[in-house]
């Protein structure tokens, strides 16, 4: 399957980004190789496996308190798996407010994992990197 209509050009990309902050929170949970298929782990946003496991990155509840607390941007701009530099520009974008930055690159589009007290900061920079774009 291809990417019809995604964009690689980094000064489009970034100036179509249109961040969407979600609602709820999210944790990621490492667990190791001997505990990957763990079905207890219900609807997870993503899986991703390495050698030394797996981690899933899932819906948390609010009432579990905010520690390890991640807030989930969508950038939703059809990007392109061989676009460069929308990473780099978003991470340093956070970074200079010293906002951590987790980024999960799915087929059309890029999320990004802030911590949650931050979230509605990290939007407003990142919206202000895609005003900046559009001038």
């Given at each position: 399957?291809?990417?019809?209509?995604?964009?690689?050009?980094?000064?489009?990309?970034?100036?179509?980004?249109?961040?969407?902050?979600?609602?709820?929170?999210?944790?990621?949970?490492?667990?190791?190789?001997?505990d990957a298929d763990?079905?207890?782990?219900?609807?997870?946003?993503?899986?991703?496996?390495?050698?030394?496991?797996?981690?899933?990155?899932?819906?948390?509840?609010?009432?579990?308190?905010?520690?390890?607390?991640?807030?989930?941007?969508?950038?939703?701009?059809?990007?392109?798996?061989?676009?460069?530099?929308?990473?780099?520009?978003?991470?340093?974008?956070?970074?200079?407010?010293?906002?951590?930055?987790?980024?999960?690159?799915?087929?059309?589009?890029?999320?990004?994992?802030?911590?949650?007290?931050?979230?509605?900061?990290?939007?407003?920079?990142?919206?202000?990197?895609?005003?900046?774009?559009?001038?």
């Amino acid at each position: 399957m291809t990417q019809s209509g995604s964009v690689r050009d980094l000064h489009t990309m970034l100036a179509q980004m249109e961040p969407v902050l979600h609602r709820e929170p999210y944790r990621f949970l490492g667990l190791p190789g001997e505990d990957a298929d763990a079905g207890w782990v219900d609807s997870p946003f993503a899986m991703i496996r390495e050698d030394e496991g797996v981690t899933y990155i899932v819906a948390a509840e609010m009432d579990t308190g905010g520690q390890g607390h991640f807030a989930r941007i969508t950038l939703q701009v059809k990007s392109s798996l061989q676009g460069v530099g929308l990473t780099a520009a978003v991470a340093s974008g956070l970074a200079n407010e010293g906002i951590a930055c987790n980024v999960v690159a799915a087929f059309n589009h890029d999320h990004l994992f802030v911590p949650w007290p931050r979230g509605h900061e990290a939007l407003r920079i990142l919206n202000s990197l895609s005003k900046d774009a559009r001038r």
